[in-house]
């Protein structure tokens, strides 16, 4: 069985974490095929970019693609729906044996299918064989935008041998970020509530990544107790998981987000924006909280009440945390993914 991934998003230099967990999951299946499979990969690297940088970035790829056109594969997996699913749809049309799975990702559905292409783009996945959501609330998105039947909900995978609760670690930050420091990630709402804390407060934030917000984080860090980290490796991010009390994540629209799972397997409680992707991993009280979306009164309110919980209370949160989404660690997701494939090769 000849497999082919593809994927819009690689880790690069400028953005070490981006995809990360496409490469964990291409090696940990290299890891589990058969003899007889093999498995290649197709990916672009991640990038600040203009809207005209991204345009050329993706017509490069297409060309890049090319030769892949004339290679026959038993399976093309497609990571991220738009607009590299027309890759797959390109080499379909010349090899009608080959099957198309696809991982939606979340943005590639919920804001880059829209009216003017969702016609066009329902076509185009009429020729997709098994489609995989990474979480419900985007399931009920491809059904509605593509009428694409669920298949299988899997989450991208963490990898439990890298992400783990360290033992007797010293807690050093109250809140921890990892991710770009993007607006949809909800950045602006986390330097909104900081600013409205005391000047020279004692809450120790962490924020690891790059992106457009890094200036004010920057300018944050005369009058708050705030580090910035970018381009730490995995380890060094279970690292600082492990020194952080709460994971902080509020974005606006996310799928289901891989690093709030890591965080659950380091044994961190969670403080979340309340949107319905995160609603399916955050138990109220059990493993984290939410809380309103683009709220920062609520927000600065919370980083004050989570600061002063009781460290009885603050125990059996970390400990929902790390029993939390087990059944996610790369491992078990692959194989669930290597079996799709299987079955997918059998029907002829």
Not at 275 to 292: A, L, P, R
Request: glycine share 4%.
């Amino acid at each position: 069985m000849k497999i082919l991934f593809i994927s819009n998003m690689y880790p690069s230099k400028q953005k070490s974490y981006a995809g990360i967990f496409i490469k964990n999951q291409f090696e940990e299946l290299q890891n589990i095929i058969s003899n007889d499979d093999s498995l290649e990969i197709f990916y672009m690297k991640r990038a600040f970019t203009s809207k005209i940088g991204s345009l050329l970035k993706y017509s490069f790829a297409f060309v890049r693609f090319m030769p892949n056109l004339f290679k026959r594969f038993d399976i093309i997996h497609v990571h991220y729906f738009y607009p590299l699913i027309l890759l797959a749809w390109l080499n379909k049309k010349l090899h009608k044996k080959t099957k198309i799975v696809v991982t939606f990702l979340g943005r590639d559905i919920n804001s880059q299918v829209n009216k003017r292409n969702q016609f066009f783009f329902r076509k185009i996945a009429n020729e997709v064989d098994f489609s995989i959501p990474v979480g419900v609330t985007l399931s009920s998105q491809i059904k509605k935008k593509l009428d694409l039947d669920e298949m299988k909900i899997i989450p991208c995978g963490v990898n439990d041998r890298i992400f783990y609760k360290e033992e007797s670690v010293l807690k050093v930050y109250d809140f921890i970020m990892v991710g770009s420091f993007i607006h949809r990630k909800g950045i602006d709402t986390v330097i909104k509530a900081i600013k409205l804390l005391p000047k020279n407060t004692d809450i120790k934030f962490c924020f690891c990544g790059s992106g457009n917000y890094l200036v004010e984080l920057e300018n944050l860090q005369k009058d708050y107790n705030i580090t910035i980290k970018q381009n730490q490796t995995q380890n060094q991010l279970r690292e600082l998981l492990n020194a952080s009390r709460f994971f902080l994540l509020m974005s606006r629209a996310e799928g289901f987000a891989t690093a709030t799972t890591e965080a659950f397997f380091c044994g961190v409680p969670v403080l979340t924006s309340d949107i319905d992707n995160f609603k399916e991993q955050v138990e109220e009280g059990v493993n984290g909280y939410t809380s309103q979306l683009g709220n920062e009164k609520l927000l600065k309110e919370n980083f004050l009440k989570l600061k002063s919980l009781s460290a009885k209370k603050y125990n059996q949160l970390a400990d929902g945390a790390n029993t939390s989404f087990k059944s996610a660690s790369l491992h078990k997701v692959c194989l669930q993914i290597y079996e799709i494939y299987k079955n997918l090769n059998s029907v002829q």
